[in-house]
């Protein structure tokens, strides 16, 4: 007489359940690990601290939406994507731009700005995230 024995039956029905959310995890850790990503890359352009508070993450499931607040920080974008240079900057409310220079300040009626590159971390740190893809997904399944 032949006797089979199947192991394992249990493990197999627990695993729709396992698998079940897999996705929206794989998706949060993606999302995490571009906006630390950006977080670490745009940390490099910080004076005063509000390009950093202004890098946002929203979002659930499978839909994340990692971007600035121009309310917190409205220069993040010609930081992040460049300008176009060079250009005249004239003031907009005074009849005169002033900055600090040495223990006094210096004025004039505008200024020839040579223009900015931009360094596009949100951008970077995408591409990065889906590099790591697989590794995430990897992860993820082996601890089902």
Request: hydrophobic letters at 40%; a negative charge.
């Amino acid at each position: 007489m032949i006797k089979v024995s199947v192991l394992g039956v249990e493990a197999v029905r627990e695993l729709p359940e396992r698998i079940d959310g897999a996705a929206e995890r794989v998706m949060a850790k993606l999302a995490v690990s571009i906006e630390q990503k950006a977080f670490d890359q745009a940390d490099t352009h910080t004076d005063t601290g509000r390009i950093i508070q202004s890098l946002l993450l929203d979002g659930s499931g499978l839909n994340y939406k990692l971007y600035h607040d121009l309310g917190i920080a409205p220069h993040a974008l010609f930081v992040h994507w460049g300008t176009e240079g060079p250009y005249e900057i004239r003031p907009s409310k005074k009849k005169a731009l002033r900055w600090p220079s040495g223990s006094a300040f210096s004025f004039a009626t505008s200024v020839m700005h040579p223009g900015y590159d931009g360094d596009p971390w949100l951008v970077n740190a995408a591409k990065e995230g889906v590099d790591q893809i697989d590794t995430i997904i990897e992860e993820t399944f082996r601890r089902l």
